[in-house]
């Protein structure tokens, strides 16, 4: 795999990755002492911290077994001086669950030597919320 140029290009080499399924695609892009969060409550098994890229393979698998994502939009990725921040979209449900969510979400990524290091995924829980509970 050929290094990113930026780090803006790293962030949108990930959100490829997850757009196209393509898990080791993902896992590559992350340093190997990574810590990834999802900010949100505990009620939704995916959210909590994650360390590593086997703790992100984990979160990936609880992710595909509780979630159907049916739209996932990036609407800006900006580069930072330490990584980069993206913005976006997404509507979806829950397995077993019959209504659907739409929320945005803010990421920041902090990218070193072409590597994330660490990923935030700022949520719009309560519509998430609302659906998980029907």
Known sequence: MDEPATN??????LYEAFGSGNDDALVAL???QVE?????PSEIPYFGVYRGPEGVRQFLGLLADHCRVEEFEVLS???TERGALA????????A??????EMRWCHVLEIARGR???FTDHLDTAPMIE????
């Open 8 to 13: 803006a290009d790293v962030a949108r080499r």
């Open 96 to 101: 077993g669950h019959p209504r659907t969510y």
């Open 131 to 134: 659906a998980w509970r029907s």
């Open 36 to 40: 990834w969060e999802l900010v949100g």
């Open 116 to 118: 994330i290091t660490r």
């Open 30 to 32: 992350l340093d190997q």
């Open 77 to 79: 990725v900006i580069e």
């Open 87 to 94: 913005e976006g979209r997404e509507l979806g449900h829950f």
